[in-house]
């Protein structure tokens, strides 16, 4: 796939609990010059904040790591963001993907993967045990009488 992207960003921080609002809103901010409905934006911060919270929560259970976010769009309004962590993987990334699967405790819902599918138009994850996990996170915005896409 050779697209040519129009805008490009990269965060990398401390997979602390508090790091999650900073994810969100900077993804925010860099989607404003697309002119996202307020709903779209809504969609993706939701879905970020799914991801970005599912690295910090599973992926280093033992400590503290990074997280990394890298956003890009292009011309015709399709968003990608990718959220990845090096942390400790998902065994079975199908199993995990099912509604109400968490190896989280009780204080965790399991549908942090159902979340993101229903905001998104693709979500795509890639994990391996001890090697961390990537997840993409794809959507195409739309102008705001729905037919015609953004362009930035």
Do not use: C
Request: proline content about 4%; cysteine-free.
């Amino acid at each position: 796939m050779n697209v040519e992207w129009i805008n490009e960003m990269r965060l990398e921080f401390s997979s602390l609990a508090e790091n999650e609002a900073f994810a969100r809103l900077a993804v925010s901010g860099f989607l404003l010059p697309l002119d996202p409905t307020m709903e779209a934006l809504a969609d993706i911060r939701t879905a970020v904040s799914e991801a970005v919270t599912n690295a910090i929560v599973h992926a280093y259970p033992n400590g503290k790591g990074m997280v990394r976010v890298l956003g890009r769009y292009d011309r015709d309004g399709t968003v990608i963001i990718d959220v990845a962590d090096d942390g400790k993987g998902i065994e079975d990334v199908q199993r995990a993907r099912q509604p109400f699967f968490t190896t989280g405790g009780e204080e965790r819902s399991g549908m942090g993967f159902t979340v993101m599918e229903s905001f998104m138009d693709g979500v795509d994850v890639r994990s391996a045990p001890g090697q961390g996990t990537a997840v993409r996170l794809t959507k195409r915005l739309l102008s705001r009488d729905d037919s015609l896409p953004r362009r930035a």
